[in-house]
Nanobody
Framework: QVQLVESGGGLVQAGGSLRLSCAASGGTFSINPMGWYRQAPGKQRELVASVNSGGSTKYKDTVEGRFTISRDHAKNTVYLQMNSLKPEDTAVYYC????????????????WGPGTQVTVSS
């Protein structure tokens, strides 16, 4: 059974950093684009960053320059380095295995991790 499991969340002060990891098991996603989403209480889940199989990245405008997505094919793992965190970054962060990109738009797949909580205090 293919699974994604996120880790690395926690409580951090504004201006701090966290590094999230998403480990895949039961299969490989080397040809899939991968995405990090987040969902804050009372809000819709939103795409934060994505990376395709070749390493090309794309970011939500409010995190560009602060977050970096990367992937390690050998470890079947995707990372999200988050710097200069703000209270508005507080959310549950989810990893997703994408179906592809169409006109540079990320298409989410049906495989999600359970999420990891990120809380940024002011």
């Amino acid at each position: 059974q293919v699974q994604l499991v996120e880790s690395g969340g926690g409580l951090v002060q504004a201006g701090g950093s966290l590094r999230l990891s998403c480990a895949a098991s039961g299969g490989t996603f080397s040809i899939n684009p991968m995405g990090w989403y987040r969902q804050a209480p009372g809000k819709q889940r939103e795409l934060v960053a994505s990376v395709n199989s070749g390493g090309s990245t794309k970011y939500k405008d409010t995190v560009e320059g602060r977050f970096t997505i990367s992937r390690d094919h050998a470890k079947n793992t995707v990372y999200l380095q988050m710097n200069s965190l703000k209270p508005e970054d507080t959310a549950v962060y989810y990893c997703n295995a994408g179906l592809g990109r169409v006109k540079n738009v990320y298409l989410p797949g049906s495989i999600w991790g359970p999420g990891t909580q990120v809380t940024v205090s002011s």
